[in-house]
């Protein structure tokens, strides 16, 4: 089974859901797909003894081939290609390697080299097999990443994935082909607003989803009467505990420090299961 | 005209109820929120919409059945998967290329525009407001993230506005690059917890990597100081200036309840802090 846990809103809580629940629940896949700023392993802590660059095909111009004729640059729909006079330049950063300007060279003057945009990881901490995805500091494209990191799933395990924030073309990435999302949020305005957004992601894809309040207390109880009207189901409520925050910012995991919250996380595994 | 860009790396930080309470702060200021994604600024400032504009990102494969000869060389072509058995395009998938249109023998395929989202220009209680939504699962965040700073700096040329203030959108990706590239200061939002220490390190590699100087406020620095001292020692390393450290305090979760700025909302030390934050910061704006 695999569950997204996903939120709109940035901080509201998706890698402590995503942990706890994982470590919860003593044997699981882990995939940390937020690549821009993965924190998973803070938590999960296992030992990384796998690392693997992600590459993506990027032209490469042969100059004694190319007549300069502009149509690659006329026809790439990213702007990764410009034809300067007698010259060419490939910004390869803004390229998809969708194969569009080969297609269209009538020099055949178009070659296809590699470019590392990136890595995935592996490692492991008890029944833990953890995946997380690092995009290069500069690099654009968070897509190949999560592509990558996500053909590590195993079908087998239950596996927990780490969403990015956000609502775009990257959280569809993770998300899909999902069998539950958790999306997590908290009592406040922002929360709601980001929430009832994350939603409209879920329901797009048809993936099944219910919610988790984070900082439970801080706010108001707007999200609350808004999940009773819809009928959305609360999974779970975390209070605001100073405890709770502290050992977030030191990177200590709830479930590790508290047989309550183990529990609490298990019956969390237990309820989704029973929704799927 | 000066543009201030207020980032974070890990999301949840502070950054938009930081930049309501500059709003709050600011004489002569024109606002942009370019987290188009998940856009929260509005919740505050309240816009009233002036301009609304649909936007196209990129555009989408649109397959005439009825010309379709189904030799499949779409599908074996797409290098994003977008086309199914039964040649029907995926619009999550579709990335708007056009070399399916390109190879199609008998000209079944047309790239059409895809409805992105909006974007306004709107006016709020402290200035003018340029803003954005993105429809549910579109791409090009980037390209309306551009628009959004477009539309910004022609409200400020037109109104004679000397500062822009952006409110970024979390990570260090596409979004995130559009959002900070040219400006003339970045603004850091941070906490002390690990997983935002290790953000921090990793979206000040994105400003440096992009030649923009940046500054740090520690928001929350309180919960944590083992880990506050942490941010300050890095900083210092590396030259980079922390213009404030703000305490908790659940005024922030309250005003945010009641559509105020902080500033508007409490009148006591809390806001002083933060007023020493914005003068700390325009005062390397202009430095």
Not at chain 1, 144 to 166: E, H, S, T, Y
Not at chain 2, 100 to 110: H, L, Q, R, S
Request: some cysteine.
């Amino acid at each position: 089974m695999k569950i997204a846990v996903a939120s709109g809103k940035g901080g509201t809580g998706k890698t402590t859901v995503a942990t706890n629940l994982a470590l919860s629940l003593g044997e699981a896949q882990f995939l940390d797909c937020d690549v821009e700023e993965p924190n998973a392993n803070i938590f999960i802590k296992a030992r990384i003894n796998e690392s693997k660059n992600v590459k993506v095909k990027i032209p490469e111009i042969d100059k004694n081939k190319c007549n300069y004729c502009g149509k690659c640059s006329d026809f790439c729909a990213y702007n990764a290609l410009a034809v300067v006079k007698s010259n060419i330049l490939v910004f390869s950063e803004l390229c998809h390697s969708c194969g569009g300007c080969e297609l269209v060279c009538p020099m055949d003057a178009i070659k296809w080299s590699e470019r590392i945009i990136g890595k995935v990881e592996h490692g492991q901490n008890k029944g833990i097999y953890f995946y997380h995805g690092l995009l290069n500091v500069g690099e654009m494209q968070a897509i190949p990443i999560i592509k990558a990191l996500k053909r590590k799933i195993n079908k087998k395990k239950i596996v927990i994935i780490d969403v990015p924030p956000g609502t775009s073309c990257p959280v569809i990435e993770s998300i899909i082909g999902s069998d539950y999302c958790i999306l997590v949020t908290e009592p406040t305005p922002f929360g709601l607003h980001d929430l009832k957004l994350a939603i409209e992601v879920v329901k797009h894809l048809s993936i099944p989803f219910g919610v988790v309040i984070n900082r439970d207390g801080i706010g108001d109880k707007r999200v609350e009467i808004y999940c009773e009207k819809e009928k959305i189901p609360v999974l779970l409520k975390i209070p605001e505990r100073k405890k709770i925050a502290q050992l977030y910012s030191k990177g200590i995991a709830i479930v590790n420090k508290s047989y309550e919250w183990h529990e609490m996380f298990v019956q969390l595994f237990y309820r989704i299961q029973d929704e799927v | 005209m000066k543009q201030l860009s207020i980032i974070s790396g890990k999301g949840g930080t502070g950054k938009t109820s930081i930049v309501a309470a500059f709003a709050s702060l600011a004489n002569n200021a024109v606002f942009a929120d370019c987290d188009v994604d998940a856009a929260d600024l509005h919740l505050i400032l309240k816009p009233k919409i002036k301009n609304k504009k649909g936007f196209h990102g990129l555009k989408i494969a649109s397959i005439d059945k009825e010309i379709c000869n189904k030799c499949k060389k779409c599908i074996d072509i797409c290098k994003f998967s977008a086309i199914d058995k039964y040649i029907n395009v995926i619009k999550d998938f579709c990335e708007g290329c056009c070399v399916c249109e390109y190879v199609c023998p008998v000209d079944a395929i047309k790239m059409i525009d895809r409805d992105s989202g909006f974007s306004f220009i709107s006016d709020t209680r402290f200035g003018p407001m340029s803003h954005a939504l993105l429809n549910t699962a579109e791409e090009a965040s980037g390209k309306l993230v551009t628009e959004v700073r477009n539309n910004a700096k022609k409200l400020a040329e037109e109104q004679n506005k000397e500062i822009i203030i952006i409110d970024g959108p979390p990570g260090i990706g596409c979004p995130v690059i559009s959002s900070i590239s040219g400006v003339d200061l970045v603004l850091v939002i941070t906490e002390p917890t690990l997983s935002a220490i290790h953000d921090l390190e990793r979206i000040l590699d994105v400003a440096h990597h992009f030649q923009v100087p940046a500054i740090v406020c520690i928001n929350k620095f309180d919960i944590n100081l083992d880990n506050t001292k942490k941010i300050e020692k890095y900083c210092k390393e590396n030259c980079i200036e922390i213009v404030g450290k703000i305490p908790y305090n659940n005024i922030v979760t309250k005003s945010m309840i009641n559509e105020k700025t902080v500033i508007e909302y409490s009148n006591g030390g809390f806001c002083d802090i933060i007023i020493d934050v914005w003068n700390n910061t325009k005062r390397r704006l202009y430095a």
